[in-house]
């Protein structure tokens, strides 16, 4: 039996092992995934201690996905340009690093969602460490144009900035959103967990396709789309899928069927 797990802190509510779970189920592998709570000050040493006792590789969450991108000792461009690290893979002495949260949400939109970033204007909200974390995957996808709009306008011109080398992307303040529609506008801001929505022209929403990056909860985000006549409103339960499989694949190499895990999760 090979040994996967999760660590975080908090970690009691992930669904990781479910998921993973049923990807064993379904590619027939034999596998024990755990949620592991890390103390805030003691992630290194309990990912050390998990990799002695025999596992494969791990996930990671918040809060230390920074500390495991320094943990590693390999790291694919995709961690290195998000500066954080989400999948650990042990091989011999290494330990390599990948981030799939952006391979999640782009599979989620162009597989599931049959969606096309290609030649498309895309707003994205917020500038942190989630945007940061899916930036290069969706640039990948060759978006017209990439937005990033930020309550501190400073940190969205700063990762536009260091992204433009992979596309067209600018950054700027909320209140230089304008009031005309894009295609997709992907909410990846914290305003949420204040239960509040970045105040932005609202013209902007009509009849885009609107992503939130939570997910298990209707947001003000996904309020706001719906009375400002978005096309679709999608929250990020099939990104989440869509990461893990994208780190079962790295691990294993077998790529499970996500739509049958999400269809399930919903239900
Ligand atoms: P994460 O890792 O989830 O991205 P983060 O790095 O702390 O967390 O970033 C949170 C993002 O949500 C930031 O872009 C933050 O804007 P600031 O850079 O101005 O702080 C944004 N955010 C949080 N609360 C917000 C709110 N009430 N309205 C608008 N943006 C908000």
Redesign the pocket.
Known sequence: MDYYGVFGNPIEHSLSPIIHSQFAKQTGLDIKYEKILAPLDGFAKTAHMFISQGAKGFNIT?PFKIEAFNLATQCSLNAQTAGAVNTIKKNGNELIGENTDGIGLVNDLTKNLNISLNGKTVLI????????GILLPLLNQQPKRLMIA???AS?AIDLAKDFSIYGNTCGFG?DKVKNDPVDVIIN????S??G?M?DIATGVANGAICYDLMYGTQTPFMDWAKTNNAKMIVDGLGMLVEQAAAAFKFWTGKQPNTQEVIKNLRS
């Open positions: 918040v909200l917020g500038a942190g460490g989630a945007t940061r930020n309550r501190t940190k909320l990846a801001t914290s305003a967990l204040d509040q970045p």
